[in-house]
């Protein structure tokens, strides 16, 4: 069975960080690019990914949004990919979600085939 599950989601000031956990289960994790992406509050989630990361040797594509700001790994060993997100502000207020596809990585979420269930970043003082 397909698993993908989040964590590490929560409630932080401005300028704050959080560290986002996907876990993966029920395929052959290191052969799929991992993307991630996010829902904000009374919208659509978002088309397009915010971070992603390549399934094998790790490249890594940014949003402009969050460029330089997020920070995408994984660890193959834990079958885990991992957002660091710093100087977090009010529009990353969001459900974050991971996602799955075999191969290359792709900008658009459509062409991701497992999704987990999302994990709530709210950013507020």
């Known amino acids: 069975q397909v698993q993908l599950v989040e964590s590490g989601g929560g409630l932080v000031q401005p300028g704050g960080s959080l560290r986002l956990s996907c876990s993966a289960s029920g395929f052959a994790f290191s052969s799929y690019a991992i993307g991630w992406f996010r829902q904000p509050p009374g919208k659509e989630r978002e088309r397009e990914g915010i971070a992603l990361i390549s399934s094998s040797i790790g490249n890594t594509h940014y949003k402009d949004s969050v460029k330089g700001r997020f920070t995408i790994s994984r660890d193959n060993a834990k079958n885990t990919v991992y957002l660091q997100m710093d100087s977090l502000n009010s529009e990353d207020t969001a459900v974050y979600y991971c996602?799955?596809?075999?191969?290359?990585?792709?900008?658009?979420?459509?062409?991701?085939?497992?999704w987990g269930q999302g994990t709530q970043v709210t950013v507020s003082s």
């Open positions: 996602a799955a596809r075999r191969g290359a990585w792709s900008y658009w979420g459509e062409d991701y085939a497992y």
